[in-house]
């Protein structure tokens, strides 16, 4: 199993900055895409932004310029640098992974979500 754990939410000031982390853990064979997504009450989960291994990233236009997502293989960790944050990104952000996971002979791909980490955005 792979197990993701998200923190860096809060709440934050309009125009402020915000850096979510997600670390993966468990019976890693590869982390293929990490990425981030939300969901406002009443609405959807949403893409926010995400990369591949290779460093490959795409966003939701609305994080265009302002959020920025990389990775560290090397500790299985995603990060999300979010800038001039507004009321309308406040939500609950989800980290996901996909990849392979399993012992020295299986090999079971995986997507995994973490728990959610809530960020508000508000005066």
């Known amino acids: 199993q792979v197990q993701l754990v998200e923190s860096g939410g809060g709440l934050v000031q309009p125009g402020g900055s915000l850096r979510l982390s997600c670390a993966a853990s468990?019976?890693?064979?590869?982390?293929?895409?990490m990425g981030w997504y939300r969901q406002a009450p009443g609405n959807q989960r949403e893409l926010v932004a995400r990369i591949t291994g290779a460093g490959v990233t795409n966003y939701a236009d609305s994080a265009k310029g302002r959020f920025t997502i990389s990775r560290d293989n090397a500790k299985n960790t995603v990060y999300l640098q979010m800038n001039s944050l507004k009321p309308e990104d406040t939500a609950v952000y989800y980290c996901n992974a996909k990849g392979i996971s399993g012992g020295s002979t299986r090999y079971i791909p995986y997507d995994a979500w973490g728990q959610g980490t809530q960020v508000t955005v508000s005066s």
């Open positions: 468990g019976s890693i064979r590869s982390i293929n895409t």
